[in-house]
């Protein structure tokens, strides 16, 4: 086996767009499934009843069952119920979706981990409930549920590889589709593992960094 | 002691040459540093065998980590430390040198002592009886039937042997800290240390493992407390220590320690300490 | 649905879970052994351990899938697919184990090895009584959810050829034109292996009494 990356550099504007494919499917689903799972989850805790146990059926199915399935019961199932879409489109929702579940309990538990006896202090010194929300939940919601979130969006980054799978032309389709033309397959795979690694390693370190920031601000969590 | 079995360790009726002489534990100019900070100055103290002393003094004095010192669970950084005689860790030449001793020498020297913390550090996946008999088993050898009457014995000196059977989440604070005691009574120490055994209990339950300690200092045990219960140093302490700043600044009986005149650093700390027994000494 | 196709759903689902359960297993010997490399004062050990995990949680276990799967051969080891499958979520999942292992000895509250230091039990002791119990008790929601974790991730070693779960209902739509069915039936099925590990895993914790230490 001889490693040429030479070959495979050769085809920078390729890969460059498959870099940006996954960059932008990655951002977009994180944002857009971190708020459907925040509404999920306000839902969930300030709904009726009724509503809270649909939407935990919702998020005890998605997260019950691999991607993969999910993403073929919509792009190859979808059209059976009216529902064509093309492979982005469907990468995007179907990732997005799958989001929200986690992302939901991710919020769930920060609602939760706010203790009560703060919330109780605010309305003795006289705050509204929207200023509660304001400037006492969420603050401290933000403090508890980023370093998951953080968490999160790297599983993200990894799961976008398996929109190859339905063939968005991300950055796994594409090394791998020039992998196969130049008969340098395992190469290919070698530099798409540095990349994704690289890039999670990336995520991680700011990850840490902004947790560093924030956790001047840490409560004595008991 | 009525009710403990009558067993034999290796090392309780061996004949030390100066066992009969030798103070329980000797302190010699102990220091102990963490980074910048000088912890311990010097300290210089003699633990007498059969009596309780008491350790007391404010927040930060030191007091913990002279008796971790103790206990070598922290090593001093200068100065010796000789219990009934042998030297603890390091042995000191003529000449001041300092020499670390063999890991065996170290463990049959600490194996002399008990050791009470603060978190009692019962260990959660044992009963209360497993934690008693966990080291007589793995570590004295002892059959399992023989080790289980022995912990049996041990508590039911600490008035828990209907606990036996359950975990430490089960417990109380209180009597964790009562299983913690006879963990250490079952191995028959020389010497027992207590880190501030009530510091982490609600006040109503202090007093049962206060007792328990009482009814030890009674029965002729060498007992060495760290305690803010200063009600209990000045009446079951036969020996006080005063520490302020990592120096030890007064030895005594409670009657020459407590007494008039005051030194003003021990008024002052008793003034923040009414609330624990301290008021009946003002 | 005939019942004969059901029947080779439910097939394909058990060989998900014997697959899951062997790399979860051989995952796990594999972790220990990172993680007591991860642990080592030996910068020799810690640093090739460091690099092993960072490389397997950073890297998509398709990538990883497809990578192993292509790189024995090249190599010169021919093995069938599914044993290139078991190696790589083996690999992947240690990773996580030997992480979610360093967590639980981390975690063991340090008062409880003085105490076992304190009535003479040598480190040896200490680690085998008191440390690796304890730890193990505390890693294992962790590993329950590892196990979760791992069982769907599985599902993509669909893409090298396993005939598992996922594969059987590929297979399946692809020749009957009924994707929808057989999809959301290996759905249904991994909702079911999940919950009931799950299940399982809260019973296994309930059982394994510890306090809070």
Redesign the interface.
């Given at each position: 086996?001889s490693l040429d990356f030479g070959l495979i550099i050769e085809q920078m504007p390729d890969i460059l767009s498959g870099l940006w494919v996954t960059l932008w499917i990655w951002v977009v689903a994180s944002i857009l499934g971190a708020a459907l799972g925040f509404l999920v989850a306000a839902a969930r805790r300030y709904g009726p009843a009724p509503l809270d146990w649909l939407l935990k059926l919702y998020v005890?199915?998605l997260?019950?069952?691999?991607?993969?399935?999910?993403l073929?019961?919509l792009y190859?199932?979808g059209p059976?119920?009216g529902l064509r879409l093309e492979p982005i489109p469907a990468g995007l929702i179907g990732l997005t979706i799958y989001a929200s579940a986690y992302f939901s309990e991710i919020f769930r538990a920060g609602f939760q981990a706010v203790p009560r006896g703060h919330v109780e202090a605010a309305q003795c010194v006289g705050l509204s409930r929207s200023q509660i929300l304001r400037r006492i939940l969420l603050p401290e919601m933000t403090m508890l549920v980023l370093p998951q979130c953080v968490n999160m969006a790297i599983i993200l980054?990894?799961?976008?590889?398996?929109l190859?799978?339905i063939t968005v032309p991300e950055m796994?389709m594409v090394i791998?589709a020039i992998g196969s033309q130049q008969y340098a397959?395992?190469d290919a795979?070698?530099l798409?593992?540095i990349f994704?690694?690289v890039l999670?390693?990336i995520c991680?370190w700011l990850g840490r960094r902004a947790e560093a920031k924030l956790s001047k601000f840490r409560f004595a969590v008991t | 002691m009525s009710s403990t079995a009558p067993t034999r360790t290796p090392h309780a009726n061996s004949p030390e040459p100066h066992a009969a002489t030798a103070p329980a534990v000797a302190v010699k100019g102990v220091g102990k540093t963490f980074g910048a900070t000088e912890v311990l100055k010097g300290i210089d103290l003699t633990v007498p065998a059969g009596a309780t002393t008491c350790l007391i003094g404010p927040s930060g004095s030191g007091k913990s980590t002279l008796l971790r010192c103790i206990a070598f669970l922290e090593e001093a950084t200068k100065g010796t430390i000789t219990i009934k005689g042998d030297p603890l860790g390091f042995a000191e030449a003529a000449n001041g040198q300092r020499t670390r001793l063999s890991p065996q020498n170290i463990r049959s020297v600490r194996s002399r002592i008990g050791m009470v913390f603060q978190q009692f550090n019962l260990w959660p996946h044992m009963t209360a009886l497993g934690n008693v008999c966990e080291a007589l088993v793995t570590v004295r050898k002892m059959k399992r039937k023989e080790a289980e009457e022995r912990g049996m014995a041990q508590l039911s000196r600490v008035g828990l042997e209907h606990r036996a059977t359950h975990y430490p989440s089960e417990l109380s604070g209180g009597q964790q800290q009562r299983v913690a005691i006879a963990r250490a009574l079952a191995l028959d120490p020389e010497i027992l240390l207590f880190d501030e055994p009530t510091a982490s209990l609600d006040p109503e339950l202090t007093g049962e493992v206060l007792n328990v300690m009482r009814d030890l200092a009674g029965s002729g045990m060498t007992l060495l407390v760290v305690t803010h219960e200063i009600g209990f140093a000045a009446t079951v302490g036969e020996s006080i220590a005063f520490l302020d700043h990592g120096r030890l600044l007064l030895n005594g009986t409670p009657r020459e320690v407590f007494g008039e005149p005051r030194h003003p650093r021990l008024a002052q700390f008793l003034e923040t300490y009414l609330d624990r027994g301290a008021a009946t000494l003002l | 649905m005939s019942f004969k196709l059901f029947e080779l759903m439910l097939w394909a689902a058990g060989y998900t879970v014997v697959l899951s359960a062997i790399s979860i297993v051989i995952g796990l010997t594999i972790g220990l052994c990172v993680c007591a490399a991860k642990l080592a004062r030996s910068r020799a050990l810690s640093i090739p351990a460091t690099v092993f995990i960072?490389?397997f949680?950073?890297?998509?276990?398709?990538?990883?899938l497809?990578?192993i799967y292509?790189?024995l051969p090249?190599?010169g080891i021919s093995v069938p697919s599914v044993v290139a499958a078991v190696i790589g979520l083996s690999l992947c999942t240690a990773a996580y184990q030997a992480e979610n292992l360093r967590g639980g000895f981390n975690s063991v509250p340090k008062g409880l090895l003085e105490a076992a230091d304190m009535v003479g039990l040598s480190p040896w002791q200490q680690l085998k009584r008191i440390r690796a119990p304890i730890a193990l008790r505390l890693t294992l929601p962790a590993l329950v959810n590892e196990a979760i974790l791992i069982l769907?991730?599985?599902?993509?070693i669909?893409?090298v050829g396993v005939i598992e779960l996922?594969r059987m209902?590929?297979n399946l739509?692809a020749s009957t034109y009924r994707?929808?069915l057989f999809?959301?039936v290996?759905?249904g099925l991994?909702?079911v292996i999940?919950?009931t590990v799950a299940g399982g895993g809260a019973l296994a914790e309930r059982l394994t009494r510890t306090s809070r230490a």
């Open positions: 086996m005890e199915i997260r019950g069952n691999p991607f993969l399935i999910q073929f019961l190859f199932g059976f119920i980054i990894k799961e976008t590889a398996i190859s799978i796994t791998g397959f395992v795979m070698f798409l593992a994704y690694w999670v390693e991680d | - | 960072s490389f949680r950073g890297v998509p276990l398709l990538v990883q497809l990578l292509n790189l090249a190599i769907k991730a599985s599902s993509l669909s893409v996922t209902a590929q739509s994707p929808l999809y959301s290996a759905g991994y909702l999940c919950w």
